[in-house]
């Protein structure tokens, strides 16, 4: 949780008290004179195709500093500024309206308080005028819009120059004559590690970036290079005018890559720019679990009460939860300081929890920064650590470092033999176990059946399968290969029908 608005300064007394202007709404127009008198038109920059970086601070504001000190804006503004790929504008906003301009100065003639001169060792423009921080809302200093030009403006918070043009290279710029472009591309889901199959529907936002209206165009949705659907969209869009495009509902699974193409435009006017006509999105398989209990281990880094954390099922009921109730499971990314709350968790503190899964299956966790900024690794390394409830020494699934949310889907096999009555008559023997080059699965089948077998290591990572096959009655012998295995601990899961049975298999070459 990258504090660096650690000291939050409301500004209570010197702006009026308005709601943070929402992400993506369209930028106040401002024509102003920066500190040297030259003009500064924000939709001028906007028009010529300029993506513009607003930084509104205050010369008062120690975080303002911090960040100020820190040079990402001039990094940035050196690679993407008139000097670099002239692709974006850096302008710095003094907002509050009762420091002077010799505060930017650092020098006796402030009449607040600087500490020390902002101006020297920047390139980019500096504007001393309040109304534009009143015009666009902010809660807090320092506030970073980026404004793109459609002039859509959307808060990104206080990155590194990396960071920043990550987040202003979405921007849609307008090229050429004939080009349209995805963007705001939704898969339908937020989980993208695959357990059993997962039912989305996608969507994205269709953008005219050429100077032609656009009036129609072919899409396309594949799942693994296999074709899904196909649309056709008509209508009219003006230079970045927008349609949103809704695909069915579709069902994925095992693992692979989603793939949403625009395939012609304008009845096969060539695009000029197919960078953007192609959105991929990539599904792995997920974490799965031998056990019902799972332990999960949480470190909370120096702002411990910005984390909140809900378990979910494969149809999104609420399971359990844990932190701050204050932030709860829609409160990431508010970028200010979290308000305190009943669970909320300590600063560098280890939570223990085990969560009691009422059966085999698909589940998900849903963790939540208020400020945006993850939990690791500015301010100390916190993470979050699922173990199997017998190995907690070795995680088989972990993160921590992202932004407001982050999303993990995992499965859990379902019970182990030991629940099995003996009025069952099925008994699974492994020989040898120990196993050297091989295991063998002895069992006796009461009836024909279909069997299948997966191998798994200690992170649940399918290694080794046989496919399913129907089987007779009578006494089955399967055999499993391991020669080519690290030592160590495995799990064979043996699939009868829709019976899930474990069993630990030891492998050693001695």
């Not at 709404?25 to 001028?44: C, E, K, M, T, W």
């Not at 804006?73 to 309206?97: C, K, M, S, W």
């Not at 120990?434 to 649940?460: K, R, W, Y």
Request: proline residues 6%.
């Amino acid at each position: 949780m990258k504090k660096r608005t650690a000291i939050l300064l409301l500004l209570t007394i010197s702006m009026h008290l308005y709601g943070q202007l929402p992400n993506g709404s369209i930028a106040p127009d401002f024509n102003v004179l920066d500190i040297n008198g030259q003009p500064r038109h924000l939709y001028q920059m906007l028009d010529e195709g300029k993506i513009v970086l607003l930084e509104i601070s205050a010369t008062w504001c120690p975080p303002c500093w911090s960040y100020h000190n820190s040079q990402a804006l001039q990094y940035f503004y050196n690679l993407h500024g008139p000097t670099g790929d002239n692709r974006a504008r850096v302008l710095f906003i003094e907002g509050d309206p009762a420091t002077n301009t010799d505060c930017l100065y650092g020098t006796a003639g402030c009449n607040d308080f600087s500490p020390g001169n902002w101006v020297s060792g920047t390139t980019y423009p500096y504007i001393d005028n309040s109304a534009i921080a009143d015009s666009f809302a902010v809660g807090y200093y320092p506030t970073i819009f980026a404004i793109c030009p459609n002039k859509k403006v959307y808060n990104v918070g206080q990155l590194d120059a990396a960071g920043l043009w990550e987040k202003a290279k979405t921007c849609p710029v307008r090229s050429g004559q004939d080009n349209a472009g995805i963007f705001d591309f939704d898969a339908g889901t937020s989980l993208y590690e695959l357990c059993d199959t997962l039912t989305t529907t996608p969507s994205f936002t269709l953008v005219n970036l050429g100077s032609n209206a656009l009036t129609n165009a072919t899409l396309q949705l594949e799942w693994n290079n296999t074709l899904l659907e196909t649309r056709t969209w008509n209508g009219y869009l003006p230079t970045y005018g927008e349609a949103a495009i809704y695909f069915n509902t579709q069902a994925l699974a095992g693992d692979g890559m989603l793939k949403t193409t625009i395939t012609s435009i304008d009845n096969g006017a060539t695009d000029a720019d197919f960078s953007n006509n192609v959105q991929n999105t990539n599904f792995v398989p997920a974490a799965v679990f031998t056990d019902q209990e799972v332990l999960l281990k949480i470190r909370t880094d120096n702002y411990g009460a910005e984390t909140y954390w809900e378990l979910r099922d494969e149809v999104g009921n609420v399971l359990d939860h844990g932190g701050n109730e204050n932030v709860g499971p829609n409160g990431g990314g508010m970028l200010t300081n979290a308000p305190p709350g009943y669970g909320a968790y300590g600063n560098n503190v280890l939570i223990k929890d085990t969560l009691h899964l009422p059966a085999g299956g698909c589940y998900s966790l849903h963790f939540v920064d208020y400020f945006g900024d993850g939990m690791c690794c500015e301010f100390n390394n916190g993470f979050y650590k699922l173990y199997n409830i017998d190995n907690p020494a070795i995680p088989i699934l972990s993160g921590g470092e992202f932004g407001a949310y982050d999303d993990r889907g995992w499965g859990v096999m379902g019970a182990a033999t030991a629940t099995i009555a003996p009025s069952d008559h099925f008994f699974v023997e492994l020989y040898p176990n120990p196993a050297l080059d091989q295991v063998q699965a002895l069992f006796e089948l009461p009836a024909p059946a279909t069997i299948s077998v997966n191998l798994l290591d200690l992170l649940g990572h399918t290694i080794y399968t046989l496919p399913a096959a129907q089987q007779p009655e009578g006494s089955i012998r399967l055999e499993i290969p391991m020669s080519d295995l690290p030592d160590g601990l495995y799990f064979l899961q043996l699939k009868v029908d829709n019976q899930v049975f474990i069993r630990k298999v030891i492998h050693t070459r001695v």
